[in-house]
Structures are given as structure tokens and as C-alpha cells.
């Protein structure tokens, strides 16, 4: 999955060094750091308020850092906010699917572009030329990329009527009219049945061969051990170990943080593990 | 006759005077979601500013206010909006900044009864409760008419500004702008994941939104004559809203509907209604209000899109993609080569190759 050019390239595209977020007397997430590299699946698992989706937010800075640095591309990106960090090229999606409900799917996907000509008063009015440009090419972008995620027959539906899994594709689409340097993923199969999920889970293997770099929130083991390397696994708010997913399903602490047990440690990988998790994957219901 | 005529442009100042305030509500609450109770406040400021800007100076005798000058028109309407749009700068910082949803509007409502008590209770701003009056209406001793002509040319004046809303608001809806401030409406943080600065965004369709409320205000207090505190209550405010809410929300058509509907129509016909048995004129005047409430909660319960729903954007370029007319870049399939498996097309591609 790894590219040759990506293991030569050594440095990471973002780095967080001892982040720390405290809701009231919650501590959400305590002094994590983790990296992730250009052209990689980087995986974040955990049980249930391991603080995963927290460390996403302080990372596309939705939410800020008590303590702790976030750097992307090797900037310290820490003060930013979330708009200026997604300009930089870090774009995220988001746990529940948000569609923009009373408009259409195209129209998602052209808010996904990010020349942003034409969007103040100004610029609207006497840049018609440069912003009826942009627009036209980010059209046909858009119309390639619902033709791939199969979404063409609803380009002129508002979005609100879309299935749970279109909603789903749609947001994956959306995020990638950014042509993000690196796509944050907050558990973009959830609530989809099995057969979508393999559905997105090949087309964000397809996107990661073709370069895209990504960090990918994720329960189901089995999905995370075929499209992620390196995986990092939290609970309670730490990063508790990373490496590859069968590095990882040898690791007693790892086992015993996640499934909540540590007989039989090396014999049972952790991906095939066939007795119900403690944090049933979803999609079973 | 001429009792109706000179009636029948009254009610056409009314009409355009209330299109571009509909405009400009549609802009912040129907395009950027902004949820602003207050916006009677921004047309009576710019009313006030227009007023002093056109009275001269200020004989603390009769009246007295700030900043008393006479400057030619129709710079007063320039000062109205100027003032529209610098106060919601001011405003915006407090509403914008963190509120959201029925708190930003709890304290739009709070602001607006604030303002309105200053206003009132100083009377060296504007002149306390008695308000400002003989503001002289606009050109009258150039253009020289009698009172029937004149006001014709004063429905000319509002129907120019009205006009000049509609085409700026329809640019606004077209043009990406509008697409930004949809997305904020719908969703902030998908705005701001995608780099959009937010808070820019509102508080620069804010402030727009501001400037024509102040230019509304201008050309209500130029036509009045007059304008005091008993005239800009949280009841006018409401007119407004209420012609958006059933005129339709987000659909500038929709606004000028609106406009026609609640102001004119509702507000206008109810006063018609002659006094009968324990029903006496302030009874009818209730009426009015009751009636403008009652239709805008029967829309929010029945049609809360309004008459003219918010109209849906098509892009020809992708129409003519979907309609087959042309290939989809890229791949050069058609569309049902696309959507229907693409096993025919690309057998019939490999034929060609």
C-alpha cells in the first residue's frame, strides 16, 4: 500500500505532540502525539470515548488544545482555526454525516471546491468572469466524481433525500473536491450495511493507491487491518500503542484494552476474532 | 377619485418601501441564516440618520438631536444606509460572535427593546418619544409638483430602490456567495471544514442586509415626514418577518410577494373593516395585528416554505451532461452509458480502439 515514495519521504504530514483536551472534568484526551505520513492509511481505533474523535477535531481544529502542538507539513498549525487549517489542505468528515440538507447534491459538492472566487460582495459582482470560470471546471470535477461514487442520478436532488449511505458517498465526494493533502475520516462506514461499507471501504483503498494520504477512524477490525498501516490504538484518552494491525493483535496491552481480555494472547489475531467484541461493530443491527 | 389615486400610491410607496425591506431580511435570515428579530432597528437608525442629515441644524426649541446638517439628495438615503450598515458592524460582534439559533434571536429581540428605550428616553439623540418631524420630502421644490404627481414620482423613487435590491439580491443568489451563505445556513462547521470564515461571511451579509434596512429607513422617514419611537416598534419588525415567512423564505419573488400580502394586503384591507356594535376603530386595529400573526402561524404550521418555495439551482453545463446532450468529462460516456453498466460502452470503446 505503501508507495516507495512515501517511505522515502520521511517526514510526516501532520504531527500532534502531547495534545490534551479537557471537557469540564472529563479528560477527553491526555497528552497524545502521533504522526501520519504522506501517501498512508493511518488508522485510529479504540473503544467507545477513547477520545478518537476528540483527537480529530484538535487535529482539524475544530476543537483548540489545552496543551500540546499540532504541526501540518512541519508548521505548527495550533492557532489556526479549522477554515484556515482546511485552506492549508486538511479536510475532515464527519462522525454523522452532514449533508447540506435544502440543497442539492451538486451544490454539496461544489461547496467542497475551495478556489472560493466569487464568495464576497465584491467578488461576486466583478469577478463574474473569473468565478463563472472556476465554477464551470469545478462542475465537470464535480460531475467526474459523482459519476465514480455513483451518485449521478441525484446531482439535481437535495441532498436531505438521500439515504444513509448515499449520504455517506456524498460526503466522501464532497470532501474530496478539496483535493485535501490529507483527509480526516471519523468513521465514514458507519451505520452503512456490510455491502456499502466493502463499497466505500474499495474506494477509499482506490483513493489511498492513487496517492490520497488519509487518517481513518474505524471499528470494524477487519476493515482497519485491510486498508490501514500503521493503526494506532487508543483507550482512555492515550495513545496506548501503534504499529501494524498484527503487530498489534500480539500486544497484550492492545488486546486488553480493547477486547477486555488477555487470555490467549498471540494465539487469536485480532482482526479474525470471532466472539462478540465488548463494542459490537456496527452495521450488525 | 383622486381620494383613491392618491390611496393607490400610498400603498405603492408602502409596496416597494417593503420590497427591499423583505430583500434584505431574505438576504440575512433566508440566505445566511441569521436569526434577527432586531431588524426594525437598523431601518429606524437609518431613518433617524437620514432625517438629521436633511433637517439642518438642531434649534434645541422645537427639537433637538445630534449631528443636525443639510446635505443634498439624495445623499440623506447614502447616510441611511451608511448608518443601516455601520450599526449592524456594531450589533454584529454581539449577535454573530457565538449566539446561535433561538438565543441569537432572544437577543436580537432584547437589543432591539434596549435600543428602542435609549432612543426614547435620550432626548438629545433623536428628540426622545416625540420624535423628529418636518423632514421635508425629497426634490419637492425642484421637481415643483402638485400632490398627486408628486407622490407618482415618490412610488418612481421607492420602485428604482426596490429594483435596485432585486437585481443586486438575484446576483447574490447566483453567484457563489449566495452558495457560501446557504451552506452556513444549513451548516456551519461543513462551511468552516471547508475553509469558509464564518463569521466573515454573516457579518458581511449582515452588514449589506444592514444598509438596506437604513436605505428602507431613509425612504420611509423622506416619504413620513416624521418619525418617532411609537413608529418602529418590535410590531413593525414583525410585519417584516412575517411577509418573508409567507411570501417564502430564501425566493426573492417570494420576498416582493410577501411585501404585497402583509403590509398592503393584510395590513391595509383589515383597516377597511367599519366599526360595528362594541367593535370600535382600536378594536379593528388589533384585528390587524391578530390577522398578520394568525396567517404567518397557519404558513409556519401548514406551508413553512411560504407561497414561493426556495427555488431549486440547476447548472445548464450539467444539465446538458444528465440529458445526454453531452459526454461526461473524463471518460466520454454518456450518461446512460454510465449508469447503466458501462459493459456495452466500454465493449463498443474497445471496438473503436
Known sequence: ?285 | MSHYLYYALTLGVYFFVYCLLGLGYNLQYGLAGINNVANYSFVAFGAYMAAVTTLGPSNNYLQSYILGTSIAWPLPLLVGAAAGALTSLVLGFIFLWRLRHQYQAIVTLVVAQVIWLLVGNNTGIFNGYNGLAGVPQPLESVVNLAPIPYEAFFVGIAAFCALLGFAFMRRVVRSPLGRVLRTIREDESVASCFGRNVFRQQMSAFMVAGAMAGLAGGLLVEYLGSWTPSGWTVYEGFVVIAALIIGGTANNIGAALGAFIVPVAIYELTGFIPPFGPVNAQTIDAFRWIAIGLVALLFLWFRPQGVLPEPRRHFRLVDRILAGQEPIPGNGLSLSEAVHGSDAASDAKDATQ
Open chain 1, 1 to 285: 500500500m505503501s508507495s516507495d515514495l512515501a517511505e522515502a519521504s520521511a517526514a510526516p504530514l501532520i504531527q500532534a505532540v502531547g495534545l490534551s483536551k479537557s471537557f469540564g472534568g472529563v479528560r477527553a484526551v491526555q497528552n497524545c502525539s502521533l504522526e501520519a505520513y504522506p501517501g498512508k492509511i493511518t488508522g485510529l481505533i479504540g473503544p467507545n470515548g477513547a477520545g478518537k474523535s476528540t483527537l480529530l477535531a484538535l487535529l482539524a481544529g475544530a476543537e483548540r488544545p489545552d496543551s500540546g502542538k499540532v504541526l501540518f507539513e512541519g508548521r505548527d498549525v495550533t492557532r489556526r482555526h479549522d477554515w484556515q487549517r482546511a485552506r492549508l489542505g486538511l479536510v475532515r468528515t464527519f462522525q454523522v454525516s452532514r449533508p447540506l440538507g435544502h440543497m442539492t447534491v451538486l451544490e454539496n459538492m461544489l461547496i467542497g471546491a475551495m478556489d472560493m472566487s466569487g464568495e464576497t460582495f465584491t467578488k461576486a459582482f466583478v469577478n463574474r468572469k473569473q468565478w463563472k470560470e472556476n465554477e464551470e471546471r469545478d462542475l465537470i470535477r464535480a460531475v467526474e466524481l459523482l459519476e465514480r461514487f455513483d451518485l449521478l442520478q441525484l446531482t439535481n436532488d437535495y441532498a436531505e433525500i438521500l439515504s444513509g449511505g448515499q449520504m455517506r458517498l456524498l460526503e466522501l465526494a464532497r470532501a474530496l473536491m478539496a483535493n485535501p493533502k490529507l483527509l480526516l475520516l471519523d468513521e465514514p462506514f458507519a451505520g452503512v450495511n456490510p455491502t456499502l461499507a466493502q463499497e466505500l471501504a474499495d474506494h477509499v483503498e482506490q483513493l489511498n493507491r492513487e496517492g490520497q494520504s488519509m487518517i481513518l477512524i474505524e471499528h470494524e477490525l477487519n476493515l482497519v487491518g485491510r486498508l490501514c498501516d500503521p493503526v494506532i490504538v487508543m483507550a482512555n484518552g492515550s495513545v496506548l500503542a501503534s504499529g501494524s494491525m498484527d503487530e498489534l493483535g500480539k500486544s497484550a496491552e492492545v488486546l486488553d484494552a480493547y477486547l477486555g481480555r488477555t487470555e490467549r494472547v498471540g494465539a487469536t489475531p485480532l482482526v479474525t476474532t470471532s466472539e462478540p467484541e465488548r463494542e459490537a461493530p456496527h452495521g450488525d443491527a
